[in-house]
């Protein structure tokens, strides 16, 4: 059933999505007082978000050419642990929708498969058929055409026993005997 299975997927979903939060706050832990995690994996993409996002404010409000400074460490190394906390989130859940897809084109592939075997099977299935259809049209033609010509010598039969003609076997049978008397007879007077 494939309505049984989608909420399956789904809830696997929400599930991994709820295991990677704790994931992220994990990490955002370790980034808080790991200080190298902090300076070098937390304040560079903080920093360079807190630059494009000002950046795109000030040039909204008409703002050009003014200086952003840039946030300070506490801020930024918060900022950067919330950042990776949701790019975790996003990648764990990117990921899913990969491996749902991927699963997806998997079945779909099986699918065309099966129905491509199916489809083959039916080609070889008609084939075979009609080789065995002009092998049955050849028997019944040849059958045919012997079943006419004894259906005509029939008819002739019929006809020659109305009209009192013997057959023609029976009247070579005839004359071979007739001859075969007549023989006999011959050579009976010399024999006297």
């Known amino acids: ?108 592939r099986h699918k065309e498969e099966e129905q491509r075997a199916a489809w083959d099977a039916m080609q070889d299935e008609v084939g075979r058929l009609a080789l065995a259809l002009e092998t049955l049209q050849a028997q019944v033609q040849a059958t045919s055409q012997q079943s006419a010509l004894e259906e005509l010598q029939a008819q002739m039969r019929e006809v020659r026993a109305q009209l009192c003609i013997p057959e023609p076997s029976s009247v070579s049978q005839a004359t071979s005997s007739s001859k075969a008397v007549s023989a006999s007879q011959a050579q009976e007077p010399t024999e006297v």
């Open 1 to 108: 059933m494939v309505v049984g299975a989608f909420p399956i997927a789904k809830l696997l979903y929400l599930g991994i999505r709820q295991v990677s939060k704790p994931l992220a706050n994990r990490i955002k832990e370790a980034a808080r007082r790991s200080e190298f995690f902090k300076t070098y994996i937390c304040l560079p993409p903080a920093q360079l978000y807190h630059w494009v996002e000002m950046r795109t404010k000030m040039r909204i409000m008409g703002f050009r050419g003014t200086v952003i400074k840039p946030l300070n460490e506490e801020a930024a190394a918060e900022l950067g642990a919330e950042l990776l906390g949701e790019a975790t989130i996003f990648i764990v859940g990117g990921g899913c929708l990969v491996l749902e897809y991927s699963r997806h084109q998997a079945h779909q």
